[in-house]
């Protein structure tokens, strides 16, 4: 059964790189069609995309973001990171590592988020 | 960008009422649009994908409708463990894949 687990420090000074890690168990980060992501939901509000790729090698970013982050695969392929660079209280959030996909949609893999993780919550403090 | 708006922002009902939720799209997503859970302290649940069709294990009071630019989730009857926030997204022009700002279910 796929799992997905975050993992990172939980307090990130401002100005500093947050950098967390998802690590997949379960099934292979290479399998396709999927896609790996990264969202993120600051504490009351709403739902963020931050970015995605897919094994093959694309990788798409959130335009709000792109200057500032990265994502990137482990060649385990067990394990793909996040790094956010020039971070802010504004970056405080939970963030979430998920797989989806976006074509041969089926009932057993969906188009949509379908996995995720337990998410795993970053402060942005001194 | 796909801006999605979701309305109310707060539906107050009883267990065993009809929920109605909103979501409108600021264009066309066809029928690229997924439905949400999401309780306090968990990640989000799929519930719906590509507007009407239920994911894996979702009970069948969930259902999805719509396409275009507007759609909507139903909860025929609710049950307790309804009471939630719930956030539609789409997936038909992206990136960015975006998300709306999420309807809570109250218990009244």
């Known amino acids: 059964q796929l799992q997905l687990q975050e993992s990172g420090p939980g307090l990130v000074k401002p100005s500093e790189t947050l950098s967390l890690t998802c690590t997949v168990s379960g099934d292979s980060i290479s399998s396709s069609p999927y896609l790996w992501g990264w969202i993120r939901q600051p504490p009351g509000k709403g739902l963020e995309w931050i970015g995605s790729f897919r094994y093959s090698g694309t990788t798409y970013y959130n335009p709000s973001l792109v200057s500032r982050v990265t994502i990137s695969v482990d060649t385990s392929k067990t394990q793909f990171s996040l790094k956010l660079s020039s971070v802010t209280a504004a970056d405080t959030a939970v963030y979430f590592c998920?797989?989806?996909?976006?074509?041969?949609?089926?009932?057993?893999?969906?188009?949509?988020?379908?996995?995720w993780g337990q998410g795993t919550m970053v402060t942005v403090s001194s | 960008e796909v801006v999605l708006t979701q309305s109310p922002d707060t539906l107050s009902l009883s267990p065993g009422e009809r929920a109605t939720l909103s979501c409108r799209a600021s264009q066309s997503v066809r029928s690229y649009l997924a439905w949400y859970q999401q309780k306090p302290g968990q990640a989000p649940r799929l519930l719906i994908y590509d507007a009407s069709n239920r994911a894996t294990g979702i009970p069948a009071r969930f259902s999805g409708s719509g396409s275009g630019t507007d759609f909507t989730l139903t909860i025929s009857s609710l049950e307790p463990e309804d009471f939630a926030v719930y956030y539609c997204q789409q997936r038909y022009s992206w990136p960015p894949l975006t998300f709306g700002g999420g309807t809570r279910v109250d218990i009244k």
């Open positions: 998920a797989r989806h996909q976006d074509n041969y949609c089926s009932t057993s893999t969906p188009c949509a988020f379908h996995i």
